[in-house]
């Protein structure tokens, strides 16, 4: 066994997934330095690799949901013997198992779930003390109540190279005009959903004072971004379906400007370090917002939001469809100065 080698089991959300960089930072601050790997679905791997702390990326080839105890229990026992520590990042039960298996010493996590025997270094979680995602994944990288660090923001690479072979596949270019980046999906549901209508408004404005605007998204975002270039003129750039995880962190990183619903690519956005808009409605920018300095977030804070709904529970998303994209000129006009 390494003496000082770490087990993150990794979280199912690209946001989340991102938001665990700063934990991976504290890890690797301890001395001896360990060796980290992280336990995760196989589509994380562009953003751990994207992650300077990361040893390695442990494929879990076990869909969202599943119990797949057998599969859980032969992971487990492949893992043995390799680590001093599993911090489990995922609330559940079975979260907890492959670790478990494994015979790892020590199993730090959120107690949730009744995960006692599990878990042996169980935590309970004050909600009012550790508001932010971030934070709750950055406090189990650290003995029991001990402070935070002061900054908290996560930061993925971008390789230059990379980021230019990629651009070139795509028949992409950053040289003539600045970029406009829309990420006009968001995997949760439509309450999180700016209206295409007001995307669409941003891409002429910006279009209009000759910079190129992108789409991007997966393939699920496709009828969405294909509203936004039909109702934003000639000249949009629509990505969606076209590129994986990876490539969509090269695209972004090229951006002058990216402007995002509440979304994992927001997420991505804010770690490379671009200048962002954030848009919210249902879900609440005070518990995963982006973080980063050069973010702008803008909502209109209404009574009855943040509500957390996948679809608006009274028929309206006024959230969303009275934000008017004045607004998000004016926090990227904020940005610009």
Partial sequence: MSDDAVLVVGPSWVGDMVMIEPLLASLKARQPVPAVDVLAPAWSAPLLSRMAQVRRAIDLPIGHGQWAVGKRLAMGRALRGQYQQAIVLPGSWKSALLPFFAGIPQRTGFVRELRYGLLNDARRLDKRALPMTVQRFSALGLGAGAPLPGTLEPRLNADPVVVART?????????????????????????????AVHFAALARH???????????????????????KAAGGDGCIDLAGRTDLGEVCDVIAAADLVVSNDSGLMHVAAALGRPLVAVYGSSDPGFTPPLSARARVVSLALSCSPCFKRECPLGHLRCLNDLDPERVLAAAAELDA
Avoid: H, M, N
């Fill in 206 to 228: 910006y279009r209009q004072r000759g910079w190129q605007v992108w789409l991007v998204g997966s393939a699920r975002d496709a009828s969405i971004t294909a509203q936004v």
């Fill in 167 to 195: 651009l070139a596949s795509l028949g992409l270019s950053t040289g003539s005009a600045p970029v406009l980046l829309l990420c006009p999906g968001a995997e949760f549901g439509p309450a999180k959903r700016w209206p």
